[in-house]
């Protein structure tokens, strides 16, 4: 089973959405933190209006969001340190129980991860999916 992450750092709402219909994907899980955005299209209701048009379904995992401290230092370019927050915040008991939760999505249907950036070696999501990847061998395709 594949799972992919997509970033909307640089697209619109409708190219994002283009692309997880042509990946097959079934349902996105948020992954941040706030699920707010200065872009057009991405808060949490409009864009869970949006995908359900598009016959997505959309989940948000908030505690699989990186914390506040994180996002600065990724903000700031510091992105091993972010790496260093998130992987302590990941290990705590909710954002566990949502890791488990993600791979179950996961492991039953075409899923994405979705947050901003762009690039999923600078993101979060990228250490999101390589534990879903270790833990259950799903395949990750960046979208």
């Known amino acids: 089973m594949k799972l992919a ?23 996105v899980i948020d992954v941040r933190a706030v699920a707010s955005s200065r872009k057009p299209g991405f808060s949490k209701t409009i864009l869970a209006a949006s995908l359900d048009e598009a016959g997505i379904a959309y989940v948000h995992l908030q505690k699989l969001g990186t914390p506040k401290a994180g996002r600065l230092a990724a903000r700031a370019g510091r992105h091993a340190e972010m790496e260093r927050i998130f992987e302590a915040h ?3 008991p909710a954002p566990q129980l949502e890791l488990i939760r993600a791979g179950e999505i996961a492991t039953s249907t075409k899923a994405a991860l979705l947050c901003y950036e762009a690039a999923p ?8 999916s390589r534990h879903l990847h270790e833990t259950l061998g799903l395949e990750i395709e960046d979208l």
């Open 90 to 92: 990941l290990a705590e």
């Open 5 to 27: 992450t997509v970033g909307y750092e640089h697209d619109t709402q409708k190219a994002v959405i283009d692309r997880l219909k042509a990946a097959d994907v079934k349902v």
């Open 121 to 128: 070696a600078e993101c979060h999501r990228s250490i999101v």
